[in-house]
């Protein structure tokens, strides 16, 4: 499965490492130190340069999304905001 980040940027789902929250980056010291040492290591992706909602990171690059964590975590598994309200998902299992 292929995730949206935002402009036009789609990865692998698979390639995920993590999908931070921008605010915690922010009011984390152990969070802010964590990615500036990966990004000494990784390439730096901003996708817009007026905003950052989330930051995903892969083995290779650490992406900087305008998109929400909650959102791309919504994507990652393949749910979406109709499923989860009218409970389709539990059909699809069945």
């Known amino acids: 499965m292929f995730i949206h980040l935002g402009g036009d940027i789609i990865i692998r789902a698979k390639d995920i490492?993590?999908?931070i929250n921008s605010d915690s980056h922010e009011q984390s010291s152990i969070t802010s130190?964590?990615?500036k040492e990966e990004e000494k290591k990784k390439k730096k992706v901003v996708i817009s340069s007026d905003y950052t909602k989330s930051i995903v990171?892969?083995?290779d690059?650490?992406?900087y999304s305008p998109v929400s964590s909650l959102t791309l975590n919504r994507?990652?598994?393949g749910k979406s905001l109709t499923d989860l309200h009218y409970g389709l998902e539990e059909e699809d299992e069945e």
Request: no cysteine.
């Open 57 to 59: 990171l892969t083995d």
């Open 17 to 19: 490492i993590a999908i």
């Open 33 to 35: 130190t964590y990615l």
């Open 61 to 63: 690059e650490i992406y």
């Open 75 to 77: 994507r990652a598994q």
